[in-house]
């Protein structure tokens, strides 16, 4: 199965005009199999998503995407915002307490640029002080697909990952209509609750994909990601 586990929504979002009644259509014609709504510091009500999906017959889960003193860190497995959760040691405390995982969104989007800070740190000079960030010290996982970002940011973050043996995940990060599903994350096995996608992603039975997009929908093509960042130059160890 493929989701898009990275999208915000007009009812939560207030930088975000897709409603979610447009995201499940577009998501379904394009052939997704579900969706997982991921606000801004705050958590949908379980009702809520649950009476959408019932309506749609379609997959819609719920996550979020916390802003904290280590960058925007996607959570799944918790219900709402907690107090004090922008310090991400306490997020880790309050998610664990929750059976959750934590994923760091976009972590090197602006890499390259003169603005680059999350917490305090400068741009790292190569792949293990990058992989030595304390961020990733807190993390379960990496979303080494985010389509608000470069695809040397990507690759940066796909780097990453492989050295800390995280589990990799993909999503579009949308706002809108526009780039839903471009990128997403396939699972091994099906997803129907948020506890199944946090369980595929602590058994690592998930990974990012590239989607392509096409008049009638998304295909899948398992060598898109490779051929996409492969000419791309990687970092000095
Ligand atoms: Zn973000
Ligand atoms: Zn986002």
């Known amino acids: 199965m493929i989701l898009d586990l990275h999208l915000h929504t007009s009812w939560h979002s207030s930088d975000s005009n897709l409603s979610p009644l447009d995201l499940i259509q577009e998501a379904?014609?394009?052939?997704?199999?579900?969706?997982?709504?991921?606000?801004?510091?705050?958590?949908?009500?379980?009702?809520?998503?649950?009476?959408?999906?019932?309506a749609h017959e379609f997959v819609f889960l719920r996550g979020m995407e916390v802003s904290t003193d280590l960058g925007h860190i996607l959570v799944y497995g918790l219900e709402e915002y907690v107090s004090g959760i922008q310090r991400a040691e306490k997020l880790r405390q309050v998610v664990d307490d929750a059976g959750g995982i934590m994923i760091a969104a976009h972590p090197f989007r602006r890499a390259f640029t003169a603005d680059f800070?999350?917490?305090?740190?400068?741009?790292?000079?190569?792949?293990?002080?990058?992989?030595?960030?304390?961020?990733?010290?807190?993390?379960?996982?990496?979303?080494?697909?985010?389509?608000?970002?470069?695809?040397?940011?990507?690759?940066?973050?796909?780097?990453?990952?492989?050295?800390?043996?995280?589990?990799?995940?993909?999503?579009?990060?949308?706002?809108?209509?526009?780039?839903?599903?471009?990128?997403?994350?396939?699972?091994?096995?099906p997803i129907r609750t948020e506890a199944d996608v946090i369980a595929a992603m602590k058994q690592r039975r998930c990974r990012a994909v590239v989607l392509q997009r096409t008049e009638t929908g998304m295909y899948y093509e398992s060598s898109a990601q490779?051929?996409?960042?492969?000419?791309?130059?990687?970092?000095?160890?």
């Open 226 to 237: 490779a051929a996409k960042f492969q000419d791309l130059a990687g970092w000095p160890v």
């Open 28 to 54: 379904r014609r394009l052939g997704l199999n579900g969706v997982v709504v991921t606000e801004h510091d705050y958590g949908w009500d379980r009702l809520r998503a649950r009476e959408l999906a019932e």
């Open 117 to 189: 800070r999350h917490g305090k740190e400068p741009m790292p000079q190569n792949l293990i002080a990058a992989a030595q960030r304390p961020i990733f010290d807190l993390l379960d996982g990496i979303e080494v697909c985010n389509g608000g970002s470069a695809d040397r940011e990507n690759k940066l973050a796909m780097e990453v990952c492989a050295v800390r043996g995280l589990a990799a995940t993909g999503g579009s990060d949308a706002h809108s209509e526009l780039g839903i599903g471009c990128y997403a994350t396939q699972f091994d096995d």
